[in-house]
């Protein structure tokens, strides 16, 4: 079976400072990686994907995660964070197929401080 | 192009009572898939629904079902509802084929009291 471990529930940063939120995956396949962001009240908004290819992919709001094999790891990064960026971030895995269930990380809380 | 629509954005509803959710993905998009959103079980798959027809389930009770519409519109039903299905429900949209990614609905926001 599939999973997703995200390290760390909650990660605080300064303004201006790198954001690093973890994520592993277990998977016998290499399977599809995303990262989704999610506001207060609303839904899940796509910050980048991972499907065959760079293994370094690049997303919006300058957010970008490199997919490392060996180490079955997608961490997602930023060189400078923003105060807008502070939101709960969610990891997630589908395996290739016709199915598109997502499997989810329980989710990192990053709170940006001035 | 527009986004998924989900409605209504709020619903209260009494234990035992039945509940329909209503998604309208984007235009284009076939596939389908609804999830609960709860801050003790996380985000979990319910469903996807494909061209009319159910091609996943996840592991939910039959209290939840849901269909599709030709027009790819979706709706989701619980029935006899209880005070542990009041959750967040995300509908989900992804064009089909080898495209993957889903494109999320800002969500039903349902209330069992």
């Known amino acids: 079976a599939q999973s997703v471990t995200q390290l760390g529930s909650h990660v605080s940063v300064s303004e201006g400072a790198l954001v690093l939120l973890r994520c592993n995956y277990s998977s016998s396949v290499p399977p599809y990686l995303f990262w989704y962001v999610q506001y207060p009240n609303q839904g899940l908004q796509l910050l980048l994907k991972y499907t065959t290819g760079a293994t370094l992919v690049k997303g919006i709001n300058g957010f970008e995660a490199e997919f490392k094999k060996s180490e079955t790891s997608f961490h997602l990064t930023k060189p400078s964070a923003h105060m807008s960026d502070a939101a709960e971030y969610f990891c997630a895995v589908i395996l290739s197929g016709s199915a598109r269930q997502l499997t989810f990380g329980s989710g990192t809380q990053l709170t940006v401080l001035p | 192009k527009a986004g998924v629509t989900q409605t209504p954005r709020y619903l209260i509803k009494t234990r035992g009572q039945q509940v329909t959710l209503s998604c309208s993905p984007i235009s284009g998009h076939r596939s389908v898939s609804w999830y609960q959103q709860t801050p003790g079980q996380g985000l979990q798959f319910l469903f996807e629904?494909?061209?009319?027809?159910?091609?996943n389930k996840g592991n939910f009770p039959g209290r939840f079902s849901g269909r599709q519409f030709s027009n790819s519109r979706s709706e989701m039903n619980v029935s006899t509802l209880e005070l542990g299905d009041s959750a967040l429900y995300l509908c989900a949209s992804s064009p089909g084929g080898v495209v993957y990614e889903q494109y999320f609905g800002p969500g039903t926001r349902l209330t069992v009291t």
């Open positions: 629904y494909f061209s009319e027809t159910q091609r």
